[in-house]
């Protein structure tokens, strides 16, 4: 049974650093697209971006110029950071693995980690 | 961006109705549409892929239709454990975006 589990610190202060990692579990690391999917509190759904085995990555444009996602094959797993955050990057942030099943889905999520930023 | 609309935001039902949510892409997205099931507090989990294909272990009273930009997700008969929100979501081109939710509860 694949699982995910995100890590990392549940606060952080405005202009600084999110770094979150994801640790995969129970399946194969290859064919597959990881991604990074937020939450604000009591919204919706934003995905922030994905890596694919092969080290490429996509990431959604209002967010691209703040986005690295990295893959560590050797530990099982990806990794996000989000520079020069602000108190709208407060969210949920969870980990997912994208397989593409006739089309691309997220079948395996994460349990979520709460990021809040604030000073 | 392709856009994904969901109606209603919210409903209220009770255990036994047929429930049915749409979502409307702003263009064409074929059949690259996949359903969501968020209960409070848990990640979201799939139910529907490709507009209509039934994720594994997910009970044949949900349902989906449709293609093109009109999609819908139906549940035949609403079961207590069904009370949560769902979420369309469109996998045609990237960014990757998903509607805004609809929120079912108890009636």
């Known amino acids: 049974q694949v699982r995910l589990q995100e890590s990392g610190p549940g606060l952080v202060k405005p202009s600084e650093t999110l770094s979150l990692t994801c640790t995969i579990s129970?399946?194969?690391?290859?064919?597959?697209?990881w991604s990074w999917i937020r939450q604000p509190p009591g919204k919706g759904l934003e995905w922030i971006g994905y890596?694919?085995?092969?080290?490429?990555?996509n990431y959604n444009p209002s967010l691209n110029s703040r986005v690295i996602i990295s893959l560590d094959t050797s530990k099982d797993q990806f990794s996000l950071k989000l520079s020069s955050v602000t108190a709208a990057d407060t969210a949920i942030y969870y980990c997912?693995?994208?397989?593409?099943?006739?089309?691309?889905?997220?079948?395996?999520w994460g349990q979520g980690s709460l990021v809040t930023v604030s000073s | 961006d392709i856009q994904m609309t969901q109606s209603p935001s919210s409903l209220s039902a009770s255990v036994g109705d047929r429930v049915t949510i749409t979502c409307r892409a702003n263009?064409?997205?074929?059949?690259?549409a996949n359903w969501y099931q968020q209960k409070s507090g848990i990640a979201p989990k799939l139910l529907i892929y490709?507009?209509?294909s039934l994720q594994s272990g997910v009970p044949s009273r949900f349902s989906g239709s449709g293609s093109g930009t009109d999609f819908t997700l139906t549940i035949s008969s609403l079961q207590p454990e069904d009370f949560a929100t769902y979420y369309c979501?469109?996998?045609?081109?990237?960014?990757?975006?998903f509607g805004g939710g609809t929120k079912v509860e108890i009636k």
């Open positions: 997912a693995r994208g397989s593409r099943v006739v089309i691309p889905l997220f079948d395996y």
């Open positions: 129970g399946g194969f690391i290859g064919s597959y697209y």
């Open positions: 890596i694919d085995y092969s080290g490429t990555t």
């Open positions: 263009q064409s997205i074929a059949n690259y």
């Open positions: 490709a507009a209509s």
């Open positions: 979501q469109q996998s045609y081109s990237t960014p990757l975006t």
